[in-house]
């Protein structure tokens, strides 16, 4: 079995459940008292949020790199990034750390057209909805997200920081992101990102129709594939744009 590395802490609340699912799936695949190898190296979210919400992202991206390479001293083989957002910088921390990283916008790629997906809604933080890196990828790789209107985003964003991260699970906030979800639909959505690895913990596939995408829970079964299997890192890998503009 490989050593998941995870830089966590993006919020704490959500690399809880990575932590958990990465070795509830390993005593699934495996039995008995099979639980994940991992090291988890948690960060403290109060200073990268700051940064993040000041635009550093540079900043930001030298600060998950030095995770990623204090993960590869320790013994980690492949690296996992609990978290949407921070992967605006994952190709920083790959280059740092020397060790290959499960990008959570492929693995979300690739699950999406497995259910033959193609125009998802994107709910997500501001950065990740605004920002290029998460809606370039996924076109790069033939998926066209829609994300809310500005109000929607703004909605969206203020309760994954505001509630979210902080252990608030609202009914309210569940109805506000529903609604977000219904005005979508006449963008002509076929499918949902849950594309803040804290959205899971307010919604799930039973709240809607069409197929919900939780980044997390597609994020760790990846994870887990590539940890207890003997091909090597760089087959298992979920295909990335320059993979396919290779091949």
Not at 231 to 245: E, F, I, T, Y
Request: glycine share 8%; charged share 20%; hydrophobic share 50%.
């Amino acid at each position: 079995m490989r050593t998941i590395g995870v830089i966590g802490g993006m919020s704490w609340e959500s690399t809880a459940v990575y932590y958990r699912r990465l070795n509830e799936l390993v005593r699934d695949r495996l039995g008995g008292l099979h639980s994940a190898k991992a090291i988890v190296h948690s960060v403290d979210f109060a200073g990268i949020a700051a940064m993040q919400a000041a635009g550093e992202w540079e900043e930001a991206g030298r600060a998950m790199d030095r995770l990623g390479a204090d993960l590869a001293r320790a013994g980690s083989e492949v690296l996992v990034l609990a978290t949407n957002t921070m992967h605006k910088v994952a190709g920083g921390i790959e280059a740092a750390s020397g060790l290959p990283l499960v990008n959570i916008v492929d693995v979300t790629a690739a699950a999406l057209k497995a259910r033959g997906c193609r125009r998802p809604l994107l709910l997500a933080t501001r950065f990740t909805m605004e920002d290029g890196f998460y809606r370039d990828r996924l076109a790069a790789h033939g998926i066209a997200a829609v994300v809310p209107d500005a109000a929607g985003r703004a909605e969206v964003h203020r309760i994954i920081y505001e509630e979210l991260c902080r252990g608030v699970i609202s009914p309210a906030s569940k109805a506000a992101y529903l609604a977000v979800i219904d005005a979508a639909r006449a963008d002509g959505i076929d499918s949902v990102i849950l594309g803040c690895t804290e959205i899971g913990l307010l919604l799930s596939q039973a709240d809607m129709p069409e197929p919900a995408i939780d980044t997390t829970e597609e994020h760790v079964a990846a994870a887990v594939e590539i940890a207890l299997a003997d091909a090597p890192v760089s087959s298992l890998l979920p295909p990335s744009p320059d993979a396919r503009a290779a091949a």
